[in-house]
């Protein structure tokens, strides 16, 4: 079982910065991957960036390169996601999700293959 709470959403303008956090507590120990996913209204959920148990492997939806950046600290259990230059189409909720025993060096993009979801933050951006 793994627990996964997101923070850090907000108002935020146009060109602004916000940086989301994903606490995970897990049961037992194991390797999981991690990913971030946005849900705008009226929309299908999309994938934003996603991140290796190790943290040596990255991805991101092409929406969000050379904005947006994930991180994680494998000691404290916790993943970021640094949003820089945001747009009025970033507004959406986000939700954090975790997948146990993946590989090192594996990233998942698809949300079908995650098996622990947060219960989202929301994040607005005016323009």
């Known amino acids: 079982q793994v627990q996964l709470v997101e923070s850090g959403g907000g108002l935020v303008r146009a060109g602004g910065s916000l940086r989301l956090s994903c606490a995970v507590t897990?049961?037992?120990?194991?390797?999981?991957?991690l990913g971030w996913f946005r849900q705008a209204p009226g929309k299908e959920q999309e994938f934003v960036a996603a991140?290796?148990?190790?943290?040596?492997?990255?991805d991101y939806a092409n929406s969000v390169k050379g904005r947006f950046a994930i991180s994680k600290d494998t000691p404290k259990n916790t993943m970021d996601l640094q949003m820089n230059s945001l747009k009025a189409e970033d507004t959406a909720v986000y939700y954090c999700?975790?997948?146990?025993?993946?590989?090192?060096?594996?990233?998942?993009?698809?949300?079908?293959?995650?098996?622990?979801w947060g219960q989202g933050t929301q994040v607005t951006v005016s323009s």
């Open positions: 999700a975790a997948k146990q025993f993946v590989r090192s060096g594996v990233v998942i993009t698809t949300p079908l293959q995650y098996d622990y």
């Open positions: 897990a049961r037992t120990a194991s390797t999981y991957a």
């Open positions: 991140i290796s148990w190790d943290g040596s492997s990255t």
